[in-house]
């Protein structure tokens, strides 16, 4: 439902008489994130041309969290000309890798911190986090998070580490999960929102 709420917020260019000619000639520019305001939906950010996202990420005491965030930035454009144009943007990052994953029905995953930066698309299914907080984040298709917490540590011996991860309900849980190259200038420590 998700998902299909933020096509029907871009096809609403059509509507406004945009025409892939007049956007052909901008180039797209970087997104940027900031914390969304509180109890904002889905449908909120995407009425602002903005995309709703979770962030889990350690601060500077080794402790994970999750923070609300809002994709910023996304631009009208024809992404394949002659096609009508719609809102989109450019991560300003490098992927390493695309993995396509199946939690199978009564996945548990002890505490473990991502293995670096990543984003994490639910395609179906359900599945949850518990970060170091006692912070519970579910997702469900068309929901998303960037992962950042790979810089949690125990701050007392046998304190928890990053986070928990299970599948949920009755369906295994589909997920794509993209991992960004490591980029030595760039750190995600203590950042509730950060690309």
Same mark, same amino acid.
């Given at each position: 439902?998700? #998902?299909?709420?933020?096509?029907?917020?871009?096809?609403?260019?059509?509507?406004?008489?945009?025409?892939? %000619?007049?956007?052909?000639?901008?180039?797209?520019?970087?997104?940027?994130?900031?914390?969304?305001?509180?109890?904002?939906?889905?449908?909120?950010?995407?009425?602002?041309?903005?995309?709703?996202?979770?962030?889990?990420?350690?601060?500077?005491?080794?402790?994970?969290?999750? %923070?609300?965030?809002?994709?910023?930035?996304?631009?009208?454009?024809?992404?394949?000309?002659?096609? %009508?144009?719609?809102?989109?943007?450019?991560?300003?990052?490098?992927?390493?890798?695309?993995?396509?994953?199946?939690?199978?029905?009564?996945?548990?995953?002890?505490?473990?911190?991502?293995?670096?930066?990543?984003?994490?698309? #639910?395609? %179906?299914?359900?599945?949850?986090?518990?970060?170091?907080?006692?912070?519970?984040?579910?997702?469900?298709?068309?929901?998303?998070?960037?992962?950042?917490?790979?810089?949690?540590?125990?701050?007392?011996?046998?304190?928890?580490?990053?986070?928990?991860?299970?599948?949920?309900?009755?369906?295994?849980?589909?997920?794509?999960?993209?991992?960004?190259?490591?980029?030595?200038?760039?750190?995600?420590?203590?950042?509730?929102?950060?690309?």
């Amino acid at each position: 439902m998700k #998902t299909f709420l933020w096509a029907m917020a871009l096809a609403s260019t059509q509507i406004a008489g945009v025409h892939a %000619s007049d956007s052909a000639k901008r180039k797209p520019v970087l997104l940027t994130t900031e914390v969304a305001p509180a109890n904002m939906t889905a449908e909120q950010a995407t009425a602002k041309h903005e995309v709703l996202y979770a962030n889990v990420w350690a601060d500077d005491k080794g402790a994970t969290h999750v %923070s609300q965030c809002v994709l910023k930035g996304l631009d009208l454009q024809s992404f394949a000309p002659p096609a %009508s144009p719609y809102y989109f943007g450019l991560a300003p990052e490098d992927v390493q890798s695309v993995v396509f994953s199946v939690l199978p029905k009564g996945w548990y995953g002890d505490w473990h911190h991502a293995p670096g930066p990543q984003w994490v698309i #639910t395609l %179906s299914g359900a599945w949850e986090i518990q970060t170091a907080d006692g912070s519970t984040l579910r997702q469900g298709p068309g929901e998303f998070q960037f992962n950042s917490d790979e810089s949690a540590y125990a701050s007392t011996p046998g304190a928890h580490v990053g986070h928990t991860a299970r599948q949920v309900g009755e369906v295994p849980n589909v997920r794509v999960i993209i991992t960004l190259k490591k980029n030595p200038l760039q750190t995600y420590a203590n950042k509730p929102c950060v690309l």
